[in-house]
């Protein structure tokens, strides 16, 4: 199975910074991966996926990069709505594989 | 617009068989390409792929959990049905059921998750 890996597992931000999210996976991926966020009580949402495509309907200060096993969520300017859970997920083999979430909370 | 929704009990014994009922709407289990998977999410912890199922009645699973989980497609009432059999505390979880596109693979659509508790 692929291990999927996030850092940090907690993040505080204050609205308006620049976070990022790393997720790191134990096999090269070839780009196969996703972005999900999950707000408390809620069904995680795509945001992202093969690494660098933004899902219809997502705001632009979300974006994706890396390959191989290396790969980066970035939120441009942090607002009140993205104070979630992240979670990357793997689908470049199975079983599919979901990294153990980071949690981005308010500074 | 694509909607799932899950459906089941919220209470299960240990050693009894879970079974989930996943019906959606706006697209069709027929159709080439489109899967319907099973996720679950231990409270307070992460989200952990289950199965599949596509188009095609192709199924995959979980190695950790096959030989324990069922699924299979009824597309003529558009719904997916999981079973799990010999329930323990530990698959206590909201499950949640949702659609993907073979070849692109991601969830781009999920259903809102039922709380299954397993306890004696």
Redesign the interface.
Known sequence: ?IQMTQSPSTLSASVGDRVTITCRATQSLNS?L?W?QQEPGK????LI??ASIL?SGVPSRFSGSGSGTEFTLTISSLQPDDFATY?C?Q?NS????????TRVEIK | QITLKESGPTLVKPTQTLTLTCTFSGFALSTSGVGVAWIRQPPGK????LAVIYWNDDK?????LKSRLTITKDTSKNQVVLTMTDMDPLDTATY?CTHLMHY?????Y????TLVTVSS
């Open positions: 199975d196969w996703a999900y069904a995680p949402k795509v996926h093969k899902q979670y997920q689908y199975y079983p599919w594989t979901f990294g153990q979430g | 992460a989200l952990e792929w995959r699973y979980s190695p950790s949640y692109w693979f991601y969830f781009d999920w259903g809102q998750g």
